[in-house]
């Protein structure tokens, strides 16, 4: 079985490559110059490639580390070595382009190593069902559009994953290293070397958890009543955990490369000024708490095969109605978030190149209460997102909660962008689903896809002050 499951994933990935370079020889074709962001991360590459690395030489409309950069010269330089390439080719377009394409097939192989070690190996078909999970994962829209553009996605992706992947098997100072890594390519990518150390963390509570459990079953210990019973024997537990100086000093020894990353983020921060590198005034930081019901929606729409079936709208509303009143408190504080902290950035706004702008335009702005109409939805999509994760423990499902929070929230701009790394890290964790769903879902990324790169491809437009051509994308 393992020699076919080798097979599989070989046969999987072999054929994935070869459809995309497909497409980036058709994106090549298509867009010789650079497209939306790519005016700004190109030239800047092709600077360093070209040796000029001081800091007079820096495009200030960058909001990035220069990580993709510096890997991208580490890339493309030898090349010019080993082959006897001109500067001209080894630092064009299209070379630096490819460089994400080699970060897409990083990010095949590391999604099969983690799913490898996430989920249980003991049924037989688990291994079409991981092969099929990578495969899907791995051609999910909104993450494989920005493989063929010269972005930070990709290796933003492919450090963030290779981090986790060496946290799970307990090799903390490199996953911290690539938590830096990640960092330099996109500052946010900070909240996921937290989740690291977070998931030691989880890990080790749960274990004093379970432990905590059997001594009261033991000694025979009445239980705590109440509506919040279970959230205050939790509370209790966590304040006894962390006064003892013993597991304090343990979780110290355990994370503290994280911590030691962290020192440094706060550093950066302090002599930066703030995160953002560039262009602060489109970048400010503010309490955008709908994000969290926009990820949810987005969420619950990429997994539907999973998370939307009568069965789990039955338990839905038979919950809503047996706990009617906390779900009523739920609905009035999310109208109020969706009231008081709903913001439309000017980027959202002004730019009909991306999708967004037409599900704001069509959706949101067509009529006032829509947005308060939407939020049974969101609730729904929370409480599926919440139930798909409840083999994973209390103290992992708080971390990742928390880790979604921090990176969504302060975020002022809807772009879907945003939210790759968090589903990705979701979609890792919820058990296998059944071959039939997998295919189903693997389907509908491959009709999404196609639509998207035939839209990309085939339907531009022009402004009315502009002869440039300009094209649809995520």
């Not at 991208?72 to 382009?97: D, N, Q, T």
């Not at 994280?258 to 706060?266: D, G, Q, V």
């Amino acid at each position: 079985m393992a020699q076919l499951e080798g097979y599989y994933f070989s046969a999987a990935l072999s054929c994935t490559f070869l459809v995309s370079c497909l497409l980036f020889s058709a994106f090549s074709r298509a867009l010789r110059e650079p497209y939306m962001d790519e005016i700004f991360h190109l030239p800047q590459a092709q600077r360093y490639c070209e040796g000029h690395f001081s800091l007079s030489q820096w495009d200030p409309m960058i909001t990035t580390l220069p990580g993709l950069y510096l890997l991208s010269v580490g890339v493309v330089k030898p090349a010019s070595w080993i082959f006897g390439w001109s500067e001209h080719i080894v630092c064009s377009i299209g070379m630096l382009r490819f460089v994400n394409l080699l970060f897409s097939v990083g990010n095949f192989y590391l999604l099969y190593l983690l799913f490898r070690k996430v989920q249980p190996r003991n049924k037989a078909g688990s291994s079409i069902q991981r092969i099929l999970s990578t495969l899907t994962l791995a051609v999910f829209p909104t993450l494989y559009f920005f493989n063929f553009l010269y972005y930070t996605e990709a290796g933003s992706m492919f450090f963030t994953l290779f981090a986790y992947l060496m946290c799970l098997y307990g090799n903390h100072k490199t996953s911290a290293l690539l938590g830096f890594c990640g960092f330099m390519f996109r500052q946010t990518n900070i909240v996921w070397a937290v989740f690291c150390a977070g998931n030691v963390i989880a890990q080790k509570l749960t274990e004093a958890w379970k432990t905590e459990l059997q001594k009261k079953k033991e000694e025979r210990l009445p239980p705590i009543k109440g509506p919040f019973s279970e959230f205050r024997k939790i509370l209790q537990f966590l304040l006894a955990y962390s006064m003892s100086f013993k597991n304090l000093s343990m979780l110290f020894l355990l994370t503290w490369p994280y911590i030691l990353l962290m020192f440094l983020f706060c550093l950066f921060v302090v002599v930066n000024g703030g995160i953002v590198v560039g262009d602060r005034s489109s970048h400010e930081a503010c309490l955008h708490f709908p994000q969290l019901f926009y990820f949810c929606s987005f969420t619950l729409f990429f997994s539907f095969p999973h998370l939307l079936s009568p069965s789990k709208i039955k338990a839905f509303l038979y919950l809503v109605w047996k706990r009617r009143i906390q779900f009523f408190v739920i609905t009035l504080v999310s109208v109020f978030l969706v009231w008081k902290f709903t913001y439309a950035h000017k980027y959202l706004l002004a730019d009909n190149r991306h999708y967004t702008f037409y599900v704001w335009k069509r959706v949101f702005q067509r009529y006032e209460i829509v947005k308060y109409l939407l939020v049974p939805v969101y609730i729904f999509a929370g409480w599926s997102i919440a139930d798909s994760l409840k083999s994973k423990s209390i103290f992992w499902n708080l971390m990742f909660f928390i880790c979604l929070f921090t990176v969504t929230v302060p975020q002022k701009l809807l772009e879907f962008r945003y939210f790759i790394l968090p589903y990705v890290i979701y979609r890792l964790n919820i058990p296998l689903p059944p071959t039939s769903r997998l295919v189903c879902e693997l389907s509908c990324y491959a009709f999404v896809n196609f639509l998207t790169f035939y839209i990309f491809l085939n339907k531009t437009f022009q402004w009315p002050n502009s002869h440039d051509i300009q094209r649809f994308m995520w």
